[in-house]
């Protein structure tokens, strides 16, 4: 306990990583460089020739345009501003580019480093680079100069008032600037709708119909619980809620409570429990003797998944097909997020959600920053301290703001079984004393992964092709974790590619399903609208809301959306 309690007294100075996993991994990588004579020679030789580019390119800038000695990556645009074009501007952005790339070849390809610490050392070494930046510096950054002495300083006074405002809102708890403008039942996430079902765990949402007809079998939403569920239920223009009920189909939603330090013991089991087992109950009552097509996003997909598999084991036939949504079900390759889970880093969070009783959306929320730095911190700094704008504010940004907290328990366990074990892809995840197989799984399959997805990777998402023996419509649509899946018809710019693998077709493999699977223009909710309605029955008249011995509760989006 001691211990324990040492290691979260100290957290907040280390931002919540373990020092010791930071550690190990940086020993790994010094160990192998110096037992590396060929390697060292390699990289003394490239920064002599980097040094060498420079100082050409230098000579050269100085009197004339010339061609850069370096391109930034296609993503990076800290330097795309015309001003950084001009002397001495154009030779301190080659600079620092020579330096970054130097960096990512001294960091990475070192014989014998795990590859665990190569991503972790890659990874540090890019996010101390990425901070010390020419672009993150008033005097280094030419149109932050341009800026202050067109408006003679006025843009750096409206951005210390800025991070004034940002300081004491982050001190008091206040949502980010501009965020007040979506208010939960206001603005978003009013669709309407009843609270049908209520528990310790969540709220079960019944959308009022807005067709005089429906499909015969209802659609059943499980949220993942790290964030509010409203993500799917946004401004009127891009709720997925709204889409499917205005498209004839039954939809109920469940909302997590946001759960407290009382809440520490709480576990998987419950999730599952109360969550999806006690939703699929309450359908059940309002529509008796009717398949549900269950859909599952983000963390709510895996929980789905193995929901599903445990009511395949068990003979439960309710379900009449999964749909996964940027959700895992083997997380061996997780992408980038596993830079920040190993046996170590778990223990850290342990140690810090045992002192708290839960893990605080905040402390997630910087973990999923840093994976993006450039785009969701520097470029703020850039922008609203040095160039006095406030980026604009947008519906998905002030929901991503609306984070919950994780119970101790269930958090350690979904660690350790997902991340650290791989428990569900390896059969041997229990539910009710016994493991389940997502080989079992009887219903049709529909699976999105997102191009840009650094929380569910879209190569991981795929792998459950492996896992099961059914009917899988896999579609891979452009944008990242939540941009890709907020995705609604008519945004310019929006595609898309499917392919439906059948229960005994061949496997293919990621790059070739790229090179197989068809692309198509536009939003993928009607391509999965269409699926759904060629596995749903022929359309009827409205259920009733709720039931005659459960009436409704309260109107949607109910209580536990607004606990904070």
């Not at 930046?133 to 030419?142: D, E, H, I, T």
């Not at 429990?273 to 549900?292: E, H, S």
């Not at 009511?311 to 097909?321: E, I, K, Q, V």
């Not at 016994?434 to 999105?448: E, F, G, R, S």
Request: overall charge negative; charged content about 15%.
């Amino acid at each position: 306990m001691l211990d324990r309690w040492t290691h979260a007294q100290l957290s907040p100075f280390t931002q919540g990583v373990s020092t010791a996993s930071l550690r190990m991994a940086f020993d790994d990588w010094l160990t192998h460089l110096s037992h590396n004579p060929a390697e060292q020679l390699k990289l003394l030789q490239t920064a002599l020739q980097g040094s060498q580019q420079w100082w050409r390119y230098v000579a050269q800038a100085a009197w004339d345009h010339c061609k850069p000695c370096i391109e930034p990556p296609v993503h990076d645009t800290r330097f795309a501003h015309p001003s950084w074009q001009n002397w001495p501007f154009n030779t301190i952005n080659q600079g620092f580019l020579l330096t970054q790339q130097w960096w990512q070849d001294a960091t990475q390809g070192v014989q014998g480093v795990s590859p665990h610490h190569e991503a972790v050392v890659s990874f540090t070494v890019r996010q101390w680079l990425d901070m010390l930046s020419p672009a993150n510096f008033w005097l280094s950054n030419p149109e932050v100069l341009e800026r202050t002495q067109r408006t003679h300083g006025d843009n750096l006074r409206q951005g210390f008032q800025n991070w004034l405002d940002d300081v004491q809102r982050k001190s008091s708890g206040t949502p980010p600037h501009g965020a007040e403008a979506y208010q939960v039942g206001r603005n978003v996430a009013i669709t309407p709708g009843q609270v049908v079902y209520r528990n310790h765990l969540i709220e079960l949402i019944q959308y009022s119909p807005s067709t005089a007809q429906v499909r015969s079998e209802p659609v059943l939403i499980v949220p993942s619980w790290i964030m509010k569920y409203y993500i799917l239920d946004l401004s009127p223009h891009n709720s997925l809620v709204k889409y499917l009920v205005d498209q004839g189909q039954t939809v109920f939603a469940m909302s997590w409570a946001n759960p407290g330090a009382e809440d520490r013991d709480v576990s998987m089991d419950d999730y599952l429990r109360l969550g999806v087992m006690a939703a699929l109950d309450a359908v059940g009552r309002v529509l008796p003797q009717r398949p549900v097509h269950a859909v599952g996003y983000c963390l709510g997909g895996t929980l789905l998944a193995i929901a599903a598999a445990a009511m395949a084991r068990d003979g439960d036939t309710r379900l009449a097909s999964m749909t996964l949504i940027a959700a895992q079900t083997d997380f061996s390759e997780p992408g980038e997020l596993a830079l920040f889970i190993d046996d170590s880093q778990v223990a850290h969070l342990e140690d810090i959600m045992w002192d708290q009783g839960y893990l605080d959306s905040k402390q997630m929320a910087g973990a999923f920053q840093w994976l993006n730095s450039n785009d969701l911190i520097w470029s703020r700094l850039l922008k609203d301290y040095m160039l006095g704008e406030r980026s604009p504010m947008s519906d998905l940004m002030a929901w991503n703001a609306d984070g919950t907290r994780l119970p101790y328990r269930m958090h350690t366990e979904y660690l350790r079984r997902m991340f650290l074990n791989n428990d569900l892809a390896s059969a041997r995840y229990p539910v009710k004393g016994a493991p389940v197989t997502l080989m079992a799984i009887q219903c049709p399959i529909y699976a999105v992964g997102t191009v840009r997805d650094h929380v569910a990777p879209w190569r991981s998402v795929h792998k459950l092709h492996l896992l099961t023996h059914v009917e899988t419509t896999f579609v891979l649509t452009s944008g990242g974790h939540n941009v890709g899946i907020v995705n609604p018809p008519g945004v310019p710019g929006r595609s898309y590619q499917a392919l439906t693998q059948l229960h005994d077709g061949p496997y293919l493999d990621p790059d070739a399903w790229l090179e197989a699977a068809p692309q198509h223009e536009g939003s993928w909710w009607p391509h999965w609208l269409d699926w759904l309605q060629a596995h749903s029955g022929a359309p009827e008249l409205p259920p009733a809301m709720g039931t005659l011995n459960s009436p409704p509760l309260c109107p949607a989006p109910g209580t536990y959306v607004l606990q904070k």
